[in-house]
């Protein structure tokens, strides 16, 4: 619930500012009232502002999902480290792979993966199956959290064009005033490429922020992944060579380790 109305804010926040800063980067003079208003900018702008309106809700939205979605902590789960590599020092790998379905997240499902392999075999675990059981599931989980990542690339390429189509439309509109009366009508004229010039802005508005939004969650994403499959080589290394991974030892351990 506290997610919905955290999502609904931002889209309310987004539209206000989505309608300022359209009007201010068309160099429109806010005389009157009504071009102040969201409604105002709208109308002024033609058909075209409401794909463009639909495209900056989307894109706000897609970013709140992913600020909740790919965090770190609830993707990693560091915490549970120590006790999955005791667990594997001791050969229990029905009791993790228990652990891991109770405790639902990328990293356990990706390393559950691997466990459901090994729980398969009898005998000598084949750790080359066991690696590609969890290439495999982790192809499957980066496909889907990715999904989100690329919807704001799409935004970012769609909506200059949306507002570059709505700048034609604006443009044909006013010469084809200028061809109807058979004079420049001031008035027509302005309100046509006041058209044009706020569906350019919007669109490079919206498509600003969706780009950026998108290469940053990204590579924080592939960071992400990066450190996923560093940890989950960890607890099968210790798995198969029932030896505490050199990096979760304390440095007396370091020291005192006997190492040829």
């Keep these: ?82 006790e999955l590599i005791d667990n594997m020092l001791n050969d229990k790998i029905k009791e993790s792979l228990i652990y891991c379905r109770k405790h639902s997240s990328m990293f356990t499902n990706v390393f559950g993966a691997g466990l459901e392999r090994c729980l398969d075999v009898s005998g000598e675990y084949d750790f080359d199956k066991v690696k590609e059981s969890v290439e495999e599931a982790s192809v499957e989980l980066l496909s889907k959290l990715m999904k989100p990542i690329d919807y704001l690339s799409i935004i970012g390429a769609s909506a200059p064009m949306l507002g570059l189509l709505g700048t034609v439309s604006g443009m044909i509109k006013a010469f084809n005033a200028m061809g109807t009366t058979g004079s420049a009508d001031p008035a027509r004229l302005a309100a046509n490429i006041g058209e044009a010039l706020i569906t350019t802005a919007t669109g490079l508005i919206i498509a600003i922020p969706s780009m950026f939004a998108f290469f940053a969650f990204k590579k924080g994403f592939q960071k992400t992944l990066a450190t996923l499959g560093r940890n989950v080589g960890f607890l099968f290394d210790a798995l198969e060579s029932g030896k505490m991974p050199a990096a979760y030892l304390t440095l007396e351990d370091l020291e005192k380790m006997d190492h040829k």
């Design 1 to 82: 619930m506290k997610k919905q109305i955290l999502v609904f804010a931002l889209l309310l926040m987004a539209g206000g500012v989505f309608a300022q800063e359209a009007a201010t980067a068309a160099g429109a003079e806010p005389q009157v009232e009504s071009q102040l208003t969201l409604w105002g900018m709208i109308k002024t702008g033609g058909w075209a502002m409401w794909p463009l309106g639909f495209l900056s809700f989307f894109g706000v939205a897609l970013i709140v999902q992913n600020l909740l979605a790919l965090r770190p902590k609830s993707l990693l789960h560091t915490e549970m480290m120590p």
